[in-house]
């Protein structure tokens, strides 16, 4: 393999892994900036070590054992945690490789699920604020970077980068194990994590920034998170309700972009190519939940939405009233001016283009809408949609000029060159 092809590999494989590789190492030397120091130091030990040696067969472990070689080192130098120092350092030297990878793998799984989702419990403890639960994890566990997490909060991004200072500080500060809690602690931190697990999902359904039109891979750890979380709360309707929506979502990926990775509208999706696998997963999960009585719940609303679009064979056979009728609802289970925005999008498409300007005309002044692409793209959809091309275009330039994706810019641009004014 050339060098160039095995830095690529390095990077890939860093990419999946790195959350894992924090998780771990947080909770072995509790603290969170020194985790990911530290998963940056096995990228870079890996970078030098690979292209002479080739990729390793378990790459993920390599990389932690490399990272945890090197938290004992430091922890040698700098005389910290000497008890902790002590214990790591008779596993690792008195082991063999193969026993330390073999430590490594069982560390991932604990009796409670999963290493990353005493990550994500640990980063959405009550003591840090809402706001900086999502971002920190969003940073942690998503691998994105302050501004894109600035872009997916319509927010700045140095007011993101101080929420995750200051939350990794409230961390380290109050002692928080990196565990998944047990009984009323876990259903109190729950809503936030069921919340971040969701901000991760729609991360990779709809890139706020880059080239990429679709991240599968987050989508991906998202759908194993909550999978993960309705093991572990069989009872809780909301979970499934969140389970209901993702897979349902995902089943939509393969369709989401064209072959040179253009984004394809709902309306133009080659339907064949949905996966009906996770759309019957999703219709079971959202069932589970209505039977537990979450039917009026916010995620298990958004999944019955997202399932009358699985349900219809064609774009035309999209049951528009009823999906109208469920955003109705859900505007007063999670009141929020994005979903007054998804609201008049849906009565548009059931009732008129001018039903949906009157509703989105009201949302102008929307503080948090400001600079938020799909309030202008949605406009001049509808603008479109009524024959009011004139003014349609230059809401199409607006929303362009907002967007931090490359692939929504150049859909939004031939919008309004589709215009022709």
């Not at 809402?130 to 302050?146: F, I, N, P, Y």
């Amino acid at each position: 393999m050339a060098a160039d092809e095995t830095n690529r590999a390095i990077e890939a494989v860093f990419r999946i892994e790195r959350a894992r590789l924090i998780a771990g190492l947080a909770r072995l030397v509790r603290d969170v900036d020194r985790a990911e120091e530290l998963a940056q130091d096995a990228l870079i030990t890996a970078l030098a070590e690979w292209p002479k040696r080739g990729v390793p067969d378990r790459p993920g472990a390599w990389l932690m054992t490399a990272a945890r070689r090197r938290a004992l080192d430091l922890m040698r130098r700098d005389r910290m945690r000497a008890r902790k120092h002590a214990e790591i350092a008779h596993t690792l030297e008195e082991s063999d490789r193969s026993a330390a990878v073999a430590e490594i793998e069982a560390a991932m799984d604990d009796d409670l699920g999963d290493e990353l989702l005493g990550l994500i419990f640990a980063a959405c403890h009550p003591v840090i604020s809402a706001e900086a639960r999502a971002a920190l994890t969003l940073r942690l566990v998503g691998g994105l970077t302050t501004g894109e997490i600035a872009r997916a909060f319509l927010s700045s991004e140095p007011t993101i980068a101080q929420r995750i200072v200051r939350a990794k500080k409230t961390i380290g500060n109050a002692g928080i194990a990196f565990a998944v809690p047990r009984g009323g602690e876990r259903a109190e931190r729950l809503a936030s994590v069921l919340e971040v697990i969701y901000l991760i999902f729609n991360e990779g359904y709809a890139v706020t920034a880059g080239e990429d039109a679709i991240r599968p891979s987050l989508c991906m750890e998202a759908q194993r998170l909550g999978r993960i979380l309705a093991g572990l709360m069989p009872e809780d309707a909301e979970v499934f309700g969140l389970v209901a929506l993702m897979e349902i979502q995902a089943s939509r990926l393969a369709a989401r972009a064209a072959p040179d990775g253009a984004i394809v509208p709902l309306g133009e999706q080659n339907r064949a190519r949905w996966d009906q696998l996770l759309i019957r997963r999703g219709l079971a999960a959202l069932a589970r939940a209505e039977a537990l009585g979450g039917a009026g719940g916010a995620y298990a609303l958004q999944a019955a939405l997202a399932a009358c679009h699985a349900r219809a064979r064609r774009f035309e056979d999209t049951d528009w009233p009823r999906i109208a009728g469920l955003y109705d609802r859900l505007r007063e289970a999670m009141p929020s001016p994005v979903v007054e925005l998804n609201r008049a999008v849906a009565h548009s498409m059931a009732f008129g283009p001018e039903a949906g300007l009157a509703l989105v005309d009201a949302l102008a002044e929307a503080a948090l809408l400001r600079n938020y692409a799909p309030l202008p793209a949605a406009r001049g959809d509808f603008l479109f949609r009524a024959g009011r091309l004139a003014e349609a275009r230059p809401q199409f330039e607006r929303a362009a000029s907002l967007t931090g994706n490359e692939r929504e810019r150049a859909f939004l641009l031939a919008r309004a060159a589709a215009c022709g004014v």
